[in-house]
């Protein structure tokens, strides 16, 4: 994983897995990472979309909290 990735990830940690799916970020990724390779897909787009795709529920439940 290139090192822009590595530290999108480690920003993006603690707004990730808080809806009782511990580890869905990082199986997400994974994924990303494999169909990036078998499609030749534009991991520069793709990779930090995956990491940060479900961000947005750690904005709403601050808000509620």
């Given at each position: 994983m290139k090192p822009i990735f590595q530290k999108i990830k480690k920003e993006a940690k603690h707004m990730q897995d808080l809806r009782d799916d511990k580890g869905h970020?990082?199986?997400?990724?994974f994924f990303a990472e494999k169909l990036c390779r078998i499609f030749n897909a534009n991991e520069n787009i793709i990779i930090p979309a995956a990491i940060l795709h479900d961000i947005g529920y750690y904005g709403m439940l601050r808000q509620i909290v």
């Open positions: 970020a990082e199986t997400v990724t």
